[in-house]
């Protein structure tokens, strides 16, 4: 496959609720895979390479604390044992960023892309994905934005008294293929944040669409809104397999 033939095709899967350890594993074959095959293409002739596959996955999971490999460990404010009580759990992993939350109720959307099929930009990759969060909010009336230095989506992120996080992002690119993602807080229990320093992010709260309406959002609805917002900022066509 030439460098001109891009594939923006996505193969897109709806998870559902699943374990955190074994989406990982599950996310860690897929990018392996799409790497493996990026280096055997160039031993490859052109009209013998294999065009290289993209993924979206949505998913949820039940409870658990992640810290990325720059976090800090003192932001879990919990023990083994305080994990346990609140059926938790707890893992190291190798995205960016430092430690979040994540649990029944929030959409979390791990997009496997080989960016040569799209742009080589990281940073476009990262507002992209904000971008999606930010225009899928407008559709239920709420005004998000960017925190300076600090990625993720925000409400009334310039003013430190309100400032809120929505959504929190944290990737990890290899050969410009991408894996982990986003973690939009949609109708989640909120109370397992206060066990954590969210992203190493002191003094700053953190919401839900469900608390900014006053209710139960249609998650489905919600899923069906992400998926076109993404597929529109990419260009891209994603289709159940």
């Known amino acids: 496959m030439d460098s001109n033939s891009q594939n923006k095709k996505i193969i897109f899967k709806d998870l559902g609720l699943m374990d955190y350890k ?8 897929i990018f392996n895979n799409t790497i493996a095959q990026k280096i055997s293409n160039r031993q490859l002739a052109q009209d013998q390479q294999i065009e290289t596959k993209n993924h979206l996955l949505f998913v949820e999971h039940p409870h658990v604390y992640t810290l990325g490999k720059s976090g800090d460990e003192k932001n879990l404010l919990l023990n083994d044992g305080q994990l346990s009580k609140i059926n938790s759990t707890y893992y190291k992993i190798n995205r960016g960023g430092d430690i ?17 099929n799209f742009f080589t930009d990281i940073h476009k990759y990262l507002r992209l994905l904000e971008e999606t969060i930010i225009i899928t909010l407008k559709e239920y009336g709420i005004e998000s934005g960017r925190s300076d230095g600090e990625t993720g989506v925000w409400l009334d992120a310039q003013n430190p008294v309100k400032a809120r ?14 894996m982990h993602g986003l973690a939009f ?6 109370s397992y944040f206060n066990n954590i320093i969210p992203c190493g992010i002191q003094n700053k709260s ?18 069906s809104k992400v998926r076109h917002h993404f597929n529109a900022l990419f260009e891209s066509n994603t289709s159940a397999k």
């Open 100 to 116: 979040t939350y994540h649990g029944p109720g929030q959409l979390v959307a791990y997009p496997i892309l080989d960016l040569d």
């Open 185 to 190: 807080n949609v109708n989640s229990d909120l």
């Open 206 to 223: 953190v919401t839900s669409l469900q608390k900014e309406l006053g209710c139960q959002v249609n998650m489905e609805e919600l899923k």
């Open 22 to 29: 074994v989406c990982w594993d599950y996310q860690e074959r």
């Open 165 to 178: 996080k929505i959504c929190a992002m944290g990737v990890r690119c290899s050969r410009w293929v991408t």
